[in-house]
């Protein structure tokens, strides 16, 4: 796999996912509960059939609604776990476990350098490879969609009853009537939003796809 493609296939099912009204109804009851933690994301994971391997992914949508195809340079690629305050781990053996992540311990004391923890993992990299690939975990290919956030944007804005979104563009009320709820999306997408080329006809397409049963609606005006 080239460097990056998992990622890419991780966000891409993570988009993909939100474009559903049921599983952001299910993020936005974690997001209001008092803390997020890592297994609540790594929870939906298993719940939606996803590899444990997206949980990255899958956290950054959980705790900032955003999906990028890059990951932080100082991202969770490993987890570390701190007996002494258990509010900076990043992971655990019991949600890798339950989950069937393959994973490797590796255990640090206070005896050791930079240097030697280095060399160690370098030094065994080979037989942790083979215990990770020995555990299981392969990840199968997703097709990857085109204009991800303004997808979501549209789904977004398609939730919202026709009134609110005309006040959002500042729309008169005597002009309301005459406009149809994808018209008025695709004048906020345009103009608010920075996407030209998104028209009525791209919104109202988009909107009847069955990808989310909740927004296949015929266009009704006021």
């Known amino acids: 796999m080239k460097k990056g493609e998992g990622v890419k296939k991780a966000a891409e099912a993570i988009y993909k996912l ?6 952001r109804s299910e993020v936005d009851i974690i997001r209001n ?10 929870k939906l994971l298993e719940k939606y059939k996803l590899p444990p391997s ?8 959980v705790i900032h609604g955003r999906i990028g195809n890059e990951r932080d340079p100082e991202s969770q690629i490993a987890s570390i776990k701190y007996p002494n305050d258990p509010t900076l781990t990043t992971g655990s053996e019991q949600a890798f476990e339950k989950l069937r992540q393959p994973y ?3 255990y640090i004391h206070d005896g050791s350098s930079e240097r030697d923890v280095k ?10 490879r083979a215990s990770l690939q020995a555990q299981g975990g392969n990840v199968s290919r997703i097709r990857t969609s085109k204009n991800k956030d303004r997808n979501l944007l549209i789904s977004a804005l398609g939730e919202k009853t026709k009134d609110k979104l005309c006040d959002e563009a500042n ?12 018209m008025v999306i695709a004048r906020l997408m345009s103009e608010k939003y920075g996407h030209p080329e998104v028209t009525f006809e791209v919104v109202k397409k988009y909107l009847a796809k069955p990808t989310d ?5 015929r266009s009704i005006k006021s």
């Open 18 to 23: 939100a474009l559903s009204k049921a599983f």
């Open 33 to 42: 509960k008092h803390g997020i933690s890592l297994l609540d994301s790594m």
């Open 54 to 61: 997206y949980y990255w992914e899958m956290h950054q949508y």
């Open 104 to 106: 490797v311990g590796i």
């Open 119 to 128: 060399k160690l993992i370098g030094k065994n990299w080979q037989r942790i």
């Open 171 to 182: 729309i008169p009320e005597l002009e309301r009537k005459s406009l149809y709820k994808e």
């Open 213 to 217: 049963k909740s927004q296949h609606k």
